[in-house]
């Protein structure tokens, strides 16, 4: 999916959400565990309530790894379930040498069937460099919203700035903001406005709204553009809103709730 395509999406749909897929089974409603596939089954159910509200899902890699094969089976059968008109985030956090990253890149990309891997770029231009591919995207991990997110993201650098400023500025050199979006916590309000400073035209991927707290209009006074540039994630806040039989009602109500907020700001920003 291109840039064109994701504003054009958001457009449309008045919407910039994000669905994370971070399925943990202990908290899947009862009933559906009795269901030969319970993860998916659950994805199943609220891709199906929120698919009209949202232009993106980020299923987290570690929610289905930690499952074995059986995790990795399910996390297929949900990618293939999305539309294709949906922004499919692998939330991998991936870094390593050039020949490593290219086998995850082929994986995430060729078999998985994503859009863009959220990559750790510390490693540098080498360890990126797989997955900028036409019309996919490396995410690149700067400001997260981790409590020690600032043990190393914030050093000051020679340069006199903090690390991720750095980091930023670095990226901007390997590729430009058709394949690289950047992971700003929605907790960090002044780095999202810094790095908006710094990068005026990239995406910002930005969990940390809902059950973490960050607030959805601040973070578009720091760091929405003139064509949105945000996708917000919420995750838990959705998937867990309920854990009764009809669990999904209570997600797309938190759906609809977080969709209609976006859509006055959309307005005000004159996008559209």
């Keep these: 999916m291109n840039l064109n395509n994701i504003i054009s999406t958001i457009r449309h749909k008045k919407s910039f959400l994000c669905v994370g897929l971070d399925p943990v089974l202990e908290s899947i409603p009862e009933h559906l565990l009795q269901e030969d596939d319970p993860v998916f089954m659950f994805n199943k159910y609220i891709i199906d309530a929120t698919r009209d509200l949202c232009v993106a899902y980020k299923p987290n890699l570690a929610f289905y790894e930690k499952l074995g094969p059986s995790g990795i089976k399910s996390l297929k059968k949900t990618i293939d379930y999305i539309s294709d008109d949906h922004f499919i985030i692998a939330d991998a956090k991936r870094s390593d040498i050039f020949n490593s990253a290219k086998m995850y890149a082929d994986t995430f990309y060729d078999y998985l069937g994503c859009d863009a891997v959220t990559v750790s770029p510390y490693m540098g231009v080498d360890a990126v460099q797989p997955f900028l591919r036409k019309n996919k995207w490396a995410i690149l991990l700067i400001a997260t919203s981790n409590p020690g997110a600032c043990d190393i993201q914030n050093i000051i650098t020679d340069s006199g700035n903090p690390l991720y400023l750095d980091v930023v500025q670095n990226s901007m050199n390997w590729s430009d903001y058709n394949n690289i979006m950047f992971v700003v916590g929605a907790t960090r309000p002044l780095e999202l406005s810094l790095i908006r400073k710094k990068a005026p035209d990239h995406f910002f991927l930005v969990p940390g709204v809902g059950a973490q707290g960050g607030d959805l209009k601040q973070v578009c006074d ?43 700001i959309l307005r005000e920003k004159k996008i559209i």
Excluded: H
């Excluded at 553009?225 to 797309?252: Q, T, V």
């Design 222 to 264: 720091n760091a929405m553009n003139d064509s949105c540039g945000l996708l917000i994630n919420m995750s838990r806040s959705i998937l867990y809103a309920n854990s009764g039989k009809e669990f999904y009602k209570y997600s797309r109500e938190v759906c609809l709730a977080t969709q209609a907020e976006m859509e006055v």
